[in-house]
């Protein structure tokens, strides 16, 4: 059974501030790995999708990487700004038909201004 | 909008009564999931549908849950006999190969 952990679980920092938050999950066969932002009481806003054959994948200040054979994904945050805090989560997709995805718990961003 | 809807956005009920909620996925998109999501956690897989087709439900999926998606178009997630332990956030996802598109949510409220 796929199982995925975020640390940390919580994480503040001062407005411009590079960052880093940790995805690692215990299964590698997987069909991607995705990236979400969730602000408090909504829905999933995907970041950054990785495709298992892939390394890693930039949107602006955003950089993804994917480490399959020791099953572990991050997310690099650069210049960091206080509309950057919510919740990150992390999905692995499964190779299987289903393709359902196994969350983590998220790690919640606060940066301070 | 394009994107996925789910309907509604919150609902508050009482115990034992039933509830249903609505999603549409992007017009597309033959993949359909349910997920549901407490406080503090990350969101769980519940029933994934394939066009009309429901092709894998999850353990947390108990007897009084039921999905169904007629033509493979919207879909519905009913919960009976509604309990305390199902207040939480129902979110709904579609995809049609990659990437999954996740709608706002229902959150649910049993008092």
């Known amino acids: 059974k796929q199982e995925v952990t975020q640390i940390p679980a919580a994480l503040s920092v001062p407005e411009g501030e590079n960052l880093v938050l940790n995805c690692s999950f215990t299964d590698s066969a997987i069909y991607n790995l995705q990236w979400f932002r969730q602000d408090p009481g909504k829905g999933l806003t995907s970041l950054l999708l990785?495709?298992?054959?892939?390394r890693e994948q930039t949107s602006g200040r955003l950089n993804a990487s994917l480490d399959k054979s020791s099953g572990r994904s991050t997310l690099y945050i650069a210049a960091s700004q206080p509309g950057d805090s919510a919740t990150y989560l992390c999905?692995?997709?499964?190779?299987?038909?289903?393709?359902?995805?196994?969350f983590g718990d998220g790690t919640t961003l606060t940066v301070k201004p | 909008d394009t994107g996925v809807s789910q309907d509604p956005r919150h609902k508050i009920t009482k115990r034992g009564q039933n509830v249903t909620f609505r999603c549409d996925p992007i017009?597309?998109?033959?993949?359909l999931y349910w997920y549901r999501q407490t406080l503090g956690q990350g969101p769980e897989f519940l029933t994934y549908?394939?066009?009309?087709?429901?092709?894998?439900k999850s353990r947390l999926l108990s007897d009084r849950f039921s999905a169904e998606r007629p033509k493979g178009s919207f879909s519905t997630l009913e919960i009976q006999r509604t309990e305390q332990g199902d207040s939480a956030m129902y979110l709904c996802?579609?995809?049609?190969?990659?990437?999954?598109?996740f709608g706002p949510g229902t959150r649910l409220t049993v008092t």
């Open positions: 999905a692995v997709r499964e190779m299987t038909n289903a393709g359902k995805s196994t």
């Open positions: 549908f394939q066009n009309e087709a429901q092709l894998e």
């Open positions: 996802a579609s995809s049609l190969v990659r990437e999954q598109y």
């Open positions: 990785i495709q298992s054959s892939q």
């Open positions: 017009s597309e998109h033959n993949r």
